[in-house]
């Protein structure tokens, strides 16, 4: 059995940020990573726009309090206050300690960090490197790591965190309550010879990222399967606000990849068929670079009244264009050269003269694994669990709420990757390593693969995740409604019941992509579920959770996180209060 003080699952910027800070903060303690990909191929590197920061480089007039005001407005009023002010306080600090670690950020004429426009933001201040920032700050933190001996186990799938209960003394923060559960360590499996291994920890920490590929057009990676959320409702933990799903507005059609939110914030514009800014109507302020809910809903109202766009340019098609040529080559090439080579790449439109066809696209989940501000884990509305953590997107802190405002992610990944780094550093320090049946545990995953392998079944993997993508996008979109999510959730359980159907042409255990297709489809229809019945309970519209029979904000009954637990015959949905400590919520306008 494998054993360290800390292990930590997922290489993207939270994971590497957090395992950084453990060794900076103690550098005898002994930290694994594992990563499903190699670290530098976590989904993080495809994070394009930038980070947001008040360091006034480019607008004096910025601070942090905007900067809060700015990000909780966003979030239609359901973010944590105390966690937004957290964020957005250590943000300049967190640009510096980057840039020292080597990261090459763009510039400005005098050499400071250049900054630039995002929707939703008050103030010019996200910094940027061109349109490839997160690639930039993931590549020097992995360097960071390997300099700083973390021990990286890449290619490795985790199949179980192993969660078990302890009683434990009354406490305060038990309110009574004496069975608390108790992270040990997790259960992975080598992709390239089907090696099972147990690894014990005093700390176990999630960094495991999104659930793209739960929709069938996302801006995601393939890795983004929700495998971290799927874990903890297997272990019987609630997943917080997972109806707040981020549509990105510019998703290249029709292949669903990233048009950045910096090319808006670059001077693009968003054009219907009349070749109109429609923009206009929706939000007259801030325009094109309205928050991404907003700017989703837009898109999707002008498609539905005709006035989306064919390829031979006519009117009634299935996108809107995405406006470059008149920002002129140079600008276009300097600033955002990924996005022109996308487009062109992908699509075949050279964006110096022809606009790109775009639509919402799946791309972000503001819910997640419930934690606290030092990113320990809930296993309930008023318990922490013990010894487990997360942090990043698979994380709800929450300072993201309804609706996250573009170049906050990074952000959250870095202040909360620290954050939470100092809190296990100081947490493991008089933590005994936990006693695990190894043969247990190993022997339950064993008689997971050796079935799904020998499992004698009609239907292709391929088949039933498309079916399963299908109806998510279908009855859980930018628009939602109770009768459409009824009838895909009632979907949901006969394709829920045809995993047993599936067969596996391969049937050896190395590099056998297709056995961690299958594990991944079992956390894709776990979290799929979880997400459209959190939408169902939710009888409002907030943020990116848009109902078209509830219309209005409601937050007499609503102004609450949903907290969703996964059960075998059904999913029990509770709530729990929003921190409210700065801002009282008000009617949201752009």
Not at 177 to 205: P, Q, T
Not at 308 to 335: C, F, N, P, Q, W
Not at 532 to 560: I, M, V
Request: aromatic letters at 8%; one cysteine or more.
């Amino acid at each position: 059995m494998l054993e360290h003080d800390v292990i930590i699952i997922g290489g993207g910027l939270a994971g590497c940020r957090a395992a950084l800070e453990i060794k900076k903060q103690n550098s005898t303690l002994d930290v694994g990573l594992v990563a499903k990909t190699h670290p530098i191929r976590s989904h993080s590197v495809a994070a394009q726009g930038g980070i947001a920061a008040s360091l006034q480089n480019v607008d004096p007039e910025d601070d942090w309090k905007a900067h809060a005001f700015d990000t909780v407005k966003g979030s239609d009023y359901l973010a944590d206050q105390d966690a937004v002010e957290y964020l957005t306080k250590e943000a300049p600090e967190v640009i510096i300690e980057l840039e020292h670690l080597g990261v090459l950020f763009s510039r400005l004429e005098d050499g400071r960090i250049a900054q630039r426009a995002f929707g939703g933001h008050s103030h010019k201040r996200t910094c940027y490197a061109a349109d490839k920032t997160g690639h930039a700050m993931l590549h020097e933190l992995f360097n960071n790591l390997r300099r700083n001996r973390v021990k990286i186990y890449e290619e490795w799938y985790v199949l179980q965190l192993i969660l078990e209960e302890n009683d434990l003394p009354e406490s305060p923060l038990n309110l009574g309550e004496n069975v608390i559960k108790e992270a040990k360590g997790v259960v992975m499996f080598n992709i390239s010879d089907g090696r099972l291994e147990v690894v014990k920890a005093k700390a176990v920490m999630f960094a495991t990222g999104g659930y793209g590929r739960v929709f069938n057009t996302t801006s995601n990676d393939y890795a983004s399967t929700g495998d971290g959320l799927g874990m903890c409702a297997a272990a019987g933990l609630p997943l917080e606000d997972m109806e707040f799903v981020q549509f990105h507005p510019t998703g290249l059609f029709p292949v669903g990849v990233l048009i950045s939110e910096a090319v808006r914030g670059e001077g693009a514009y968003l054009r219907n068929s009349d070749g109109e800014r429609f923009m206009q109507r929706y939000a007259p302020n801030q325009m094109e670079l309205a928050p991404r809910d907003i700017t989703s809903r837009a898109i999707v109202l002008e498609i539905r009244a005709g006035r989306g766009i064919h390829a031979d340019g006519s009117a009634g098609g299935a996108y809107v264009h995405l406006d470059l040529t008149h920002m002129g080559k140079e600008k276009i090439m300097s600033r955002v050269p990924f996005c022109w080579e996308e487009a062109y790449r992908l699509v075949g439109v050279d964006a110096v003269y022809q606009p790109m066809p775009v639509r919402p696209t799946a791309h972000y989940c503001m819910g997640g694994i419930p934690v606290n501000t030092d990113g320990r884990v809930r296993q309930n509305a008023t318990q922490l669990t013990d010894g487990f953590f997360a942090a990043g997107e698979c994380a709800c802190v929450s300072v993201h709420g309804g609706n996250r405002l573009g170049s906050n992610s990074l952000l959250e990944c870095v202040v909360y990757g620290r954050r939470v780094g100092r809190a296990i550093a100081n947490y493991v320090v008089d933590r005994k390593m936990p006693n695990v049946d190894e043969q247990k545990y190993l022997q339950q995953a064993e008689k997971r693969i050796n079935n799904l392998i020998s499992q004698e079944g009609n239907l292709r993997i391929n088949s039933l995740r498309q079916k399963f993508q299908d109806t998510m996008t279908e009855h859980c979109g930018v628009f939602r409604t109770e009768e459409v999510m009824i009838e895909g959730i009632a979907q949901i359980q006969q394709l829920k019941a045809k995993y047993s159907q599936i067969f596996l042409d391969d049937k050896d255990k190395d590099w056998n992509t297709e056995l961690i297709e299958a594990l991944e489809l079992q956390n894709i229809m776990m979290v799929g579920e979880i997400i459209l019945t959190s939408a169902l309970q939710r009888q409002e519209s907030r943020g990116a959770h848009s109902r078209e029979d509830y219309p209005s904000r409601d937050d007499h009954n609503f102004l609450q996180h949903t907290l969703a637990s996964y059960g075998a015959d059904n999913i029990e949905v509770n709530y729990m209060p929003v921190v409210i400590t700065m801002f009282e919520p008000k009617e949201r306008k752009y």
